[in-house]
């Protein structure tokens, strides 16, 4: 049993909600994309981000530490992290789930990255219901995704049911009228077939896709779950101050494996297409007893050349 | 904060090549930083400004660790630049180690080619401590040339209470010793796989044929120890540069025993 909301009431609900802190939605300007909302008129939820929601986890650029090399004593400063709480409203459950597969990386038991912990704790996450699936490249019928978040939201016309995935989901739609109604699963068209692919390294279905990969990184830029980093620390003009930063990464490019003194490991651009989705459908799943991919598609839509890795594997001769 | 690095005070430089250093750093008293007392786990040293790189450790005791450095980065070549009473920034120790006390009772073959020598010294140092833990220790280090032969004084020591074998790749014609390349000074030692453990480190290459070696002269693959060099950035499996097969050098490695990575894919 969830409860309803009109939706000439949603602007209120979410101001009560996300008060004393930020409300991150999908606002259309030159594209539909997550971001900070200033107006609660500027929400959109037609269609779906094609940025997902992880630069709210983990941004493109953090800063670490400032540097000055005038102190040798204490030549880095740690930088404080700030951050207002905050809610997402409108993330689709392929988010939410690209955040439980990150929180493997980002939250192990021996290490945690500061950033993405805070964020975690710090955020509610609302979600809407895919009906129908918002891109002809969506996927995640296949990819058995969790019901993960502290509210789902599923359009009915003219009103909202509202389910609670969490205690915290539960007392933010308490007053609310209660309501009886079973949210439909999402129904894609687009379909990925076999799942266990460890025997098809040397298929040749790779091939045909391979060759039209520029290895430009949108791929990795737009998915859900990856969130490779590199770190990097650069310097002002006058040679003494700078930060130390983490910046986005990506396994696609030819220089992401290159050790000092040039060599590089993964060379060839094919070998860096089947890293990406070994790492995605095999070796996350032998660690962690799961998938990597939450079959959003945003790695096949991003694409310039509209790469489709689920073609590849549908289509492996057995 | 997960990277945050701690000063050490260089007390020693040693000239080991023309393009490569010892350094013997002072752990510093206050801090209560773990060093590892198994050998094969490693640093990451800041410049700061210039960035991080991962160093094997090369010896290490309660009070000091010890790093060889090469100068082939814009790190390297600004950290063999530093001298004595200078400070390295450090964080750690990551990674896996050779399970030292697990190996007890054991003889060890140690393999090593070019820099790849510096984890498997931090062997050698710990056996020397302990020489009487340890059956019979056959040490076979491989460098390019001449020139390029690491940790010479140690050598001397080690040639006459191990069983040391040293050889260079290319040498001109008045050099005494042994040419030729270490799989093949490996194979002439005509050892068996009795009661052994070998431990591998150095180039790909080199880490690929002396498996092969070692597999015809009967070892099997859990008698092997490999140590892999990848581009670590985090040291602590976030930032993914550094993985192989799924598998985190810097965290799942970068000690691996050869049955867990045979047959792993770049």
């Known amino acids: ?318 | 904060m997960l990277f945050n690095a701690t000063p050490f005070r260089i007390v020693k430089k040693e000239k080991q090549t023309e393009d490569t250093y010892l350094f013997r750093l002072e752990k510093p008293k206050k801090e209560k930083i773990k060093l590892c007392y198994e050998p094969g786990e490693f640093f990451l040293v800041s410049v700061p400004g210039i960035g991080e790189a991962p160093f094997s450790v090369c010896a290490c005791s309660k009070d000091f660790i010890e790093f060889n450095i090469r100068g082939l980065g814009d790190v390297t070549n600004h950290l063999i630049k530093l001298k004595p009473g200078d400070y390295l920034w450090l964080r750690g120790p990551y990674g896996t180690s050779y399970p030292m006390k697990e190996l007890k009772g054991n003889s060890l073959v140690i393999i090593g080619g070019g820099t790849g020598v510096a984890p498997l010294r931090g062997v050698l140092k710990y056996v020397e401590e302990r020489r009487a833990d340890y059956d019979r220790v056959h040490a076979f280090f491989g460098f390019r040339d001449p020139n390029e032969i690491l940790f010479k004084k140690d050598m001397k020591l080690w040639n006459r209470i191990f069983d040391l074998n040293l050889t260079v790749d290319k040498a001109p014609k008045s050099y005494k010793g042994r040419v030729g390349l270490v799989t093949k000074v490996v194979e002439e030692s005509g050892l068996n796989n009795k009661n052994k453990i070998a431990m591998v480190c150095g180039p790909p290459i080199m880490i690929k044929f002396t498996i092969q070696t070692l597999e015809k002269m009967g070892f099997h693959h859990d008698q092997i120890f490999v140590s892999f060099e990848r581009r670590m950035k985090c040291g602590v499996g976030m930032c993914g540069h550094c993985m192989i097969s799924g598998k985190y050098v810097c965290k799942d490695g970068p000690v691996f025993r050869y049955n867990k990575v045979k047959g792993i894919r770049e």
Not at chain 1, 79 to 85: F, M, N, R, V
Not at chain 1, 151 to 170: N, P, R
Not at chain 1, 190 to 206: G, Q, R, V
Not at chain 1, 270 to 276: G, S, V
Request: hydrophobic fraction near 30%; aromatic fraction near 12%; charged fraction near 35%.
């Open chain 1, 1 to 318: 049993m969830g409860k309803v909301l009109e939706k000439k009431r949603l602007n209120e609900f979410l101001s009560k909600v996300s008060k004393g802190g930020d409300l991150i939605a999908p606002v259309k300007r030159d594209t539909l994309r997550f971001e900070i909302v200033k107006d609660f008129n500027d929400i959109c939820l037609e269609g779906r981000p094609l940025f997902p929601v992880k630069k709210f986890f983990s941004p493109a650029k953090e800063d670490l530490f400032n540097l000055n090399l005038t102190n040798k004593n204490k030549p880095f400063d740690e930088e404080k992290i700030k951050l207002k709480p905050r809610v997402i409203f409108g993330g689709r459950l392929c988010d939410f789930n690209g955040l439980l597969k990150l929180d493997k990386l980002f939250l192990s038991e021996e290490y945690q990255d500061d950033y993405y912990k805070l964020a975690r704790e710090n955020t509610l996450l609302l979600g809407i219901n895919c009906d129908p699936a918002p891109s002809e490249y969506c996927f995640c019928e296949s990819m058995d995704l969790e019901k993960y978040y502290d509210l789902f939201f599923h359009d009915m016309g003219d009103k909202y049911y509202i389910e609670a995935g969490s205690e915290k989901g539960k007392t933010l739609i308490i007053d609310l009228e209660d309501y009886d109604f079973t949210i439909p699963s999402i129904k894609c068209e687009k379909k990925l077939y076999t799942k266990d692919i460890s025997k098809y390294y040397d298929d040749s279905a790779w091939d045909k896709e391979n060759d039209k990969c520029l290895s430009c990184g949108k791929c990795t830029a737009h998915c859900t779950t990856c969130l490779c980093f590199d770190m990097i620390d650069e310097l002002e003009a006058d040679v003494k101050h700078g930060k130390r930063f983490k910046e986005w990464d990506s396994c696609q490019f030819l220089n992401f494996t290159e050790v000092a003194g040039g060599a590089i490991f993964r060379k060839d651009r094919i070998n860096r297409f089947k890293h990406r989705i070994y790492h995605k459908l095999q070796y996350f799943r032998e660690k962690f007893d799961m998938d990597m991919c939450t079959g959003c598609g945003r790695c096949i839509e991003s694409c310039p050349r509209l790469i489709d890795f689920t073609e590849v594997i549908n289509n492996f001769k057995d």
